[in-house]
């Protein structure tokens, strides 16, 4: 059974940073794409980053900025988000979502349309930038 479960959200000041981790399990890692993808208030879901192991590359958001790094470490099983300099704007719920299996080669396509890439969903965390 696949399972993600994503944590370090919280209430923080505009211009800290937070790292979001995403726990995950149930499935073979040679053949995934995992993303990061938030949903602000009143909006729909919208992706931030991916990574597919099919070509090795992270990729992220067009327009979204340098603030955003996701990295995964696969001895932990983990992929994180380390989000720098937050704003107002990225307050969200965010979710980590994997597809798998995934052989395609990149996953920008991902990001644009989260909800019909994405089989897999974590429970989300919530992030709350104060000004």
């Known amino acids: 059974e696949v399972q993600l479960q994503a944590s370090g959200g919280g209430l923080v000041q505009a211009g800290e940073s937070l790292r979001l981790a995403c726990a995950v399990s149930g499935f073979n890692l040679d053949d995934y794409g995992i993303g990061w993808v938030r949903q602000a208030p009143g909006k729909e879901r919208e992706g931030v980053s991916c990574f597919s192991s099919g070509d090795g590359n992270t990729y992220y958001r067009q327009g979204i900025g340098g603030r955003f790094t996701m990295s995964t470490d696969n001895a932990k099983n983990t992929v994180y988000l380390q989000i720098n300099n937050l704003k107002r704007e990225d307050t969200a719920v965010y979710y980590c979502?994997?597809?798998?299996?995934?052989?395609?080669?990149?996953?920008?396509?991902?990001?644009?349309?989260?909800?019909?890439?994405?089989?897999?969903w974590g429970q989300g965390t919530q992030v709350t930038v104060s000004s």
């Open positions: 979502a994997a597809v798998v299996p995934f052989t395609g080669w990149g996953c920008q396509a991902h990001l644009y349309k989260p909800t019909q890439a994405y089989k897999y």
